[in-house]
């Protein structure tokens, strides 16, 4: 039994109804957005499905919470959604019909620097160009330039292989190396998110913001083998989506799908052990003494979880042990700051557009500090007077996160995020309200109006909170795993589990440790049940909802069943 899962068993009244044995065609563990897109697709396809989560709400990092004060919401995970755009689930569930609204900021990135100058992100190449302009005519050029090749090389490959199974480096590399854009995504990959900004940009400033977009999911700067994130993050990060309501009205269409479609969640339970039986699943054990019994468990966990607390080392053949255990979690988390504040922070350029940007990075006036900071965060460490991050005023998007009486209807929700190690030199309890001084010092220094006068209240959730909230993101890891070229593809998180299935029958993974990786892209939820577990099943029809052509991958990617 998981150590960290350990707790007191909630009183089996929460469930009077719930037997405390039953039989379904598949268990899903974990409510987060992966687990929900699989068990609503397996319900509507007309299974018997119970999806098992262990908090109180449903949602994972799709989560928007009362932290702060009563009446202000704030999303303590997930707030910038990339790939709203293309997510199948989206279109075959029809889920605006549950009033789930998404707004594309049109300005989506400022930088902020200490003179008082920024520049912009925005959706549209030309005027992010017009804004490099300020600081190089040169690199504006270079930026329309390069990123026209870069946002095909991101909507044409890497956007759609997100819902399409993993292939082996061999296999990308060969039907590559068919197209120009193919082999420019080749020869980018082979690169450093370093190399690749240094060498196509000369400016300092627009250096930083870009490599800042790049690498802000936790990528190593100087890693070789990770190039192909340039294009997917800067055209991903230039078409980030807000979800109105708060990221939660997401997870809960999820919800609503399932249990329409006649699955069962259960949530404030927890799974302890996956049952074997000859070999096989045979089910799960819940942590207040329930079995639910199945020959399918679709598991959304970290590799540790499901596999060496759930299975069990004895139960695992020594490959799929080691690279268990060998498994590398994020080598940077972030700490948030949430506050509520008298005003929306007002940043110091005069340009007006800086202050009402989507996300705003603040902090760093070029790479060096940038660099010096991530190189902190490896060394365990956060210098107060040299670090940044990114701030978003989340209720100046939407003014359904604040709902107080009209004498404080005027107050804003915002919050402030770095990255930061999760075992940091003399521990979070000792060091987070120094930083937490540092963070509003620093931020009050690029937006002056967000002195201590003007705050009302603040939380700050560490790396430690992460994983104290979500177990499975172990050691803060918001991508249940790091990024290395070892643990990408169909190496996430291993050749032997990457497309979902196992060695273990019966049992499939299908969170963010698995390919496509980490964020709310619903890849691996969607692949799970898409591709892999209808295999050998042929009472399982072959999808649920019709697929619109313009979501299917292209043709040459597609796996024929
Ligand atoms: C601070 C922070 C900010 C982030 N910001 C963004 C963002 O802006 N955009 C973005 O795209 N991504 C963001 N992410 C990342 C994103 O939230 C995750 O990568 C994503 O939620 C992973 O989805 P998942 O379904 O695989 O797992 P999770 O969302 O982690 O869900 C797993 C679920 O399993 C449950 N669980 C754990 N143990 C058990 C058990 N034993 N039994 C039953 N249930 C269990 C958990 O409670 C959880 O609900 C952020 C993450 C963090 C931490």
Known sequence: MAKELVGKPHPQSYFSEFPPESEWDV?????????????????????????????????????????????????????????????????????????????????????VFEDGGSLLLTRMIEDTMDSMHKFSQKDAV???????????IAREIVVPATYIPPMSPLDISMAMQRTEVGNAMLELTEHSPLEIINGTF??????????????????????????????????????KCYCQGGSHKMGNSFGREIIRAGGVILDSSQVNKILMKNGKVAGVELWEGRTLYSDVVISTLDPHTTFLDFIGAENLTENLRKSVEGWKYDKWSFNTL??????????????????????????????????AHWDNVIAKKIDPECFGGHATCESFWDTHLV??????????????????????????????????EAILR????????????????????????????????????????????????????????????????????????????????????????????????????????????????????????
């Not at 350029?349 to 760093?364: C, E, N, R, V």
């Not at 107050?411 to 937490?436: C, L, N, T």
């Not at 209240?457 to 172990?474: A, G, K, L, W």
């Open 27 to 111: 268990v899903v563990i974990g409510a987060g957005p992966n687990g929900l897109i699989t068990a609503a697709y397996l319900a509507k396809a007309g299974l018997k499905v119970v999806l098992v989560e262990r908090r109180y709400e449903i949602g994972g990092g799709l989560a928007t919470e009362e932290i702060l004060y009563p009446g202000f919401y704030s999303n303590i995970h997930a707030v910038y959604h990339m790939m709203v755009d293309y997510m199948p689930v989206l279109r075959d569930f029809q889920l605006d019909r549950h009033g789930l609204v998404w707004i594309k900021p049109n300005l989506q990135t400022a930088m």
């Open 142 to 152: 270079a930026f329309g330039k390069a990123m026209r090749m870069w946002r095909r």
């Open 202 to 239: 000369e400016n300092d400033h627009i250096r930083a913001l870009l490599l800042y977009t790049c690498c802000m999911w936790g990528l190593d700067p100087r890693e070789t083998g990770l190039g192909l994130f340039v294009p997917l993050y800067l055209d991903r990060l230039m078409n």
């Open 338 to 371: 949430h506050v509520v504040s008298e005003e929306a922070p007002c940043y110091l350029p005069k340009d007006p557009w800086a202050s009402q940007s989507f996300m705003t990075i603040l902090g760093f006036d070029g790479l060096d500090q940038m660099l």
């Open 403 to 436: 709902r107080v009486p009209p004498s404080k209807a005027h107050r804003q929700v915002s919050f402030f995020q770095m990255h930061a190690p999760y075992d940091i030199q003399g521990g979070w309890e000792a060091k987070g309200p120094e930083i937490e």
């Open 442 to 561: 620093r931020w009050a220094k690029y937006a002056p109006n967000m002195k201590r006068s003007n705050i009302v209240t603040t939380n700050q959730e560490t790396p430690v909170d992460i994983e104290t909230r979500f177990p499975n993101m172990r050691r803060g890891s918001i991508k249940h795993g790091d990024y290395l070229p070892i643990q990408l593809g169909c190496f996430r998180p291993n050749e032997e589990c990457s497309s979902s299935n196992t060695p273990i029958p019966g049992l499939y993974t299908a969170g963010a440790s698995n390919y496509p990786g980490g964020c709310v892209l619903g890849g691996a939820g969607y692949l799970v049940w898409c591709f892999e577990v209808p295999d050998g099943r042929s009472d399982l029809p072959s999808h649920p909802c019709p697929l619109p052509e313009a979501t299917l991958p292209p043709a040459h990617f597609r796996r024929r069943r």
